[in-house]
């Protein structure tokens, strides 16, 4: 029997093509019937279709199971079903490819975002996930290729889903839009570093794009991780040519990518519109081929869901803001025991705008659910600025729903020398892919001299590697102590750094205010401290960001010790009075100008919108309502504020993510508005009607919701038929509503024909409506050949184009 991790890395694999290409060809794949549910109906012809990529050469068969959890079966009525469908699958393919390869269980998106995007529990959509996986077990899979996931946090459930069952090999892969992100604004980089932390075997990226474009993204996830990559591509993005929908990339030409994927992959394959022949031709030319090794870069990595940070390794040194603590803040400890989050997020965009990479987060307070509110705190940050996080409680249990809540590779604060420690610790840290800050005592206490504290770091590399996390994910603090008590502590302390840097060179990094605690004049003692610490090996630091000083110092340190190359970092930053900031966040001030004076009732609803604060735009609003008409409100204060996220959107500063919670909180404040309008008047209708739906066939509906959600809260009367809807029921709704616009939606390139249906169906029909359309695998050229007025490539444009146009 063939063993995939000892193959792995040694030959190039070869995994198979689109199973829906061929089910089409076949004729089996109807409207209405869950593709999945064809392992039930139709073995025989899914059978024959891994039959015929088998015999093109594919070492690995993946099954007909995309679609096969409990959320999607749902939409066929077939949720029942799930472990039958799944664990019939594996069967087929196993009959099939017997031990001639390897059979691999599809996995593919719920279709539901995880909370803060979308209303979904992390856990719930891990059980979906494990359900599905418990049946491939039990049938005997070999392997789980993770597929077409554009929600990072969503993939990361799927892994842990998994690995809760069986330690099977495991691919995860993503897939990127044309502008290198995911819908979600993820990047090829910030995807590697974040699940290459986590135990999955392989990485990669599928689908969406051509090969063209996936070689590019791939090879960019090569230039950070060392990691076994897979790449995936389709057939090119489709076309519609004489009414059908064609993938423009043929097997010949799709084979000579194989050169290019040669370079750093360690499996290859083919998505949406590959054929047997296209398997055929890669595998001719790169079956059994050496995997080329790769080495990269050493350095400890964080990411949020958008951003990566490099700590250590000749890095300069970085800034954490310490601020989100609640000792000694009585404000902080006030809105925890309420359960609110707002002054956290302020105090989240305040140390992110003077500086700070990284953000630490500690919610304890006596007398409070630390668990819930760890969770609560954690999403409501990441709802307003996009760095890395660094989870800090001495609660195990408050600490895994701060994981579970985080969107990227966090830090954990803290694990130390202590059996109990490292046995609660490290299962976490390897679990959800986070790195761990080591504190260097142990049940015994602090030690009082370097080497003792270095040997406690020692028990914690080695019991790290039992688990599997590298070195590169361990943060050494040497542990800062005051020098109002001893003034040698802190000299143990700068000895300390260094020996952590001869023996092991790991990453580094002090909580730097406890040094001066007890002392007047601290800044002074802080800056100082740092100075020396940053010579002796210092990484990175827990500080205050609003310290001036601090950031003078360390500047300067970074130069003298080599790690501004070429002094560019410090000459930008001697032009810069405060010395802090970044390029972003200076571009996200520009962009934010509130008209309104600067903590005033109006100026706090327009920042309501800005920073998607749902919690508190209902007061705010109901409060507005006492001064302003509700359409004043809606045009002095919250539309401009969209207007203000649609701006931060198209620059890049934000994401689907704050767009989406941006919406949501401005829909919070709408519906307060429409109920008093509703009062004082007997017309409800405040601007244009937008009949909007997903076309019959077509399940999808993420990124039709998102435009819905918009166009309403941009003021837009917005008639939302849902997905899987028929022509003449949107037609019918058109009528009725005296509609001014359509707006059509598809995913699925087997159902992107049914636009030119409806649109033909409006035509004939003579309605006056402007048509706009979009969806995943939609582009402008097809648009235009179907006769749509509009294309929208994403939520932002729809709003634009209706608001130019309708």
């Not at 529990?121 to 899979?141: H, L, M, S, Y």
């Not at 701060?402 to 390897?430: F, M, Q, R, T, Y």
């Not at 007047?520 to 740092?530: G, Y």
């Not at 995913?747 to 649109?759: A, C, F």
Request: aromatic share 6%.
């Amino acid at each position: 029997m063939r063993n995939f991790r000892k193959e792995l890395n040694k030959k190039i694999l070869i995994l198979d093509g689109a199973m829906g290409t061929q089910l089409q060809q076949l004729g089996i794949l109807k409207e209405g019937v869950s593709p999945d549910y064809l392992n039930i109906t139709h073995p025989e012809a899914i059978a024959q279709i891994h039959k015929s990529y088998l015999e093109a050469g594919a070492d690995i068969i993946v099954t007909n199971t995309f679609g096969a959890n409990r959320l999607k079966l749902a939409e066929f009525g077939v949720e029942d079903k799930v472990y039958e469908i799944n664990y019939q699958a594996v069967k087929i393919a196993r009959g099939v490819v017997k031990d001639k390869g390897f059979v691999s269980l599809s996995i593919g998106p719920t279709g539901k975002f995880i909370q803060p995007v979308g209303d979904a529990e992390f856990d719930e959509i891990k059980e979906i996930f494990k359900e599905q996986a418990q049946a491939a077990v039990d049938a005997g899979v070999d392997l789980f290729s993770l597929e077409t996931f554009m929600d990072i946090k969503e993939l990361k459930a799927a892994i842990v889903a998994i690995r809760e069952i069986t330690d099977k090999p495991i691919i995860a892969m993503m897939t990127f839009a044309e502008d290198g992100r995911t819908i979600l604004g993820t990047t090829p980089e910030v995807f590697a570093k974040t699940i290459e932390a986590m135990d999955v075997d392989v990485i990669g990226a599928n689908c969406s794009v051509g090969p063209d474009l996936l070689d590019k993204f791939v090879k960019q996830m090569a230039d950070v991780t060392d990691k076994p990559l897979i790449i995936q591509p389709n057939a090119g993005i489709p076309r519609l040519i004489d009414g059908k929908t064609i993938f423009p990339v043929g097997p010949q030409e799709f084979a000579t990518y194989a050169e290019s994927f040669a370079q750093y992959a360690a499996i290859v394959a083919g998505c949406c519109g590959t054929s047997p022949e296209h398997i055929k031709l890669l595998a001719k030319k790169l079956k059994n081929r050496e995997v080329k090794k790769r080495t990269i870069e050493k350095s400890t990595v964080l990411t949020s869901r958008t951003e990566l940070l490099q700590i250590g390794y000749g890095k300069p040194v970085v800034f954490i803001g310490e601020r989100l603590n609640p000792t000694g803040k009585k404000h902080l400890k006030e809105q925890l025991r309420e359960g609110k989050t707002g002054l956290y997020r302020k105090e989240a965009i305040q140390q992110v705008e003077h500086g700070a990479k990284a953000l630490d987060i500690n919610v304890g307070t006596p007398m409070i659910d630390e668990k819930a509110m760890m969770k609560k705190c954690v999403l409501a940050v990441q709802s307003v600025v996009s760095v890395p996080l660094v989870i800090d409680s001495s609660n195990t249990e408050a600490i895994e729903e701060g994981l579970k809540a985080a969107d990227g590779k966090v830090l954990i604060n803290s694990v130390n020398g202590s059996l109990e420690s490292l046995e609660k610790i490290l299962p976490l840290a390897k679990k959800y892919g986070a790195a761990v800050l080591a504190l260097l005592l142990d049940e015994t206490g602090i030690p009082d001299t370097s080497k003792e504290r270095v040997d406690v770091l020692e028990r914690i590399i080695t019991k790290a590697e039992e688990f599997g996390i590298k070195n590169e994910d361990i943060v050494a603090d040497a542990l800062a102590l005051t020098v109002g008590s001893d003034k040698l502590r802190a000299l143990e302390t700068l000895k300390t750094i260094r020996l952590i840097k001869e023996k092991y060179n790991l990453t580094t990094i002090l909580g730097l205010s406890n040094v001066s605690f007890g002392l007047p004049n601290r800044k002074l003692i802080n800056a100082s401290f740092l100075a020396m610490a940053v010579y002796n090996g210092l990484d990175s630091a827990i500080v205050n960001p609003y310290d001036e000083l601090l950031w003078q110092i360390k500047y300067a340190s970074d130069l003298i010790v080599d790690r501004d190359k070429d002094a560019s970092i410090y000459i930008e930053k001697s032009s810069d009075i405060t010395l802090t900031g970044s390029q972003s966040n200076k571009a996200k001030m520009e962009l934010i100008s509130s008209p309104f004076e600067k903590g005033s009732l109006e100026d706090k609803l327009f920042m309501c919108v800005v920073e998607g604060n749902e919690e508190e735009i209902i007061t705010l609003t109901k409060e507005a309502l006492k001064e302003y008409e509700p359409l004043e409100i809606s045009n002095k204060m919250l539309i401009p504020a969209l207007d203000v996220v649609g701006k931060l959107y198209d620059k890049g500063i934000y994401f689907l993510p704050q767009m989406i919670r941006s919406a949501n909180a401005m829909k919070k404040a709408f519906n307060i508005l429409k109920d008093e309008i509703k009062k004082n008047s007997k017309k409800t209708k405040t601007g244009k009607t937008i009949v909007i739906a997903t076309v019959k066939g077509d399940i999808h509906d993420i990124g039709k919701n998102i435009v819905s959600l918009l166009l309403e809260t941009n003021g837009f009367e917005v008639i939302d038929l849902g997905k899987n809807v028929d022509d003449d029921t949107i037609i019918k709704a058109i009528k009725e509503h005296n509609a001014d616009a359509v707006g059509l939606s598809a995913l699925m390139t087997t159902t992107m024909i049914n636009m030119k249906n409806v649109i033909d169906k409006i035509k004939m029909e003579g309605l006056k409506v402007k048509i706009m359309v979009g969806g995943a695998a939609v582009t402008e050229e097809f648009a235009k050949k179907i006769g749509a007025d509009m294309y929208a490539k994403d939520a932002i444009e729809a709003v634009r184009l209706a608001k130019e146009n309708v």
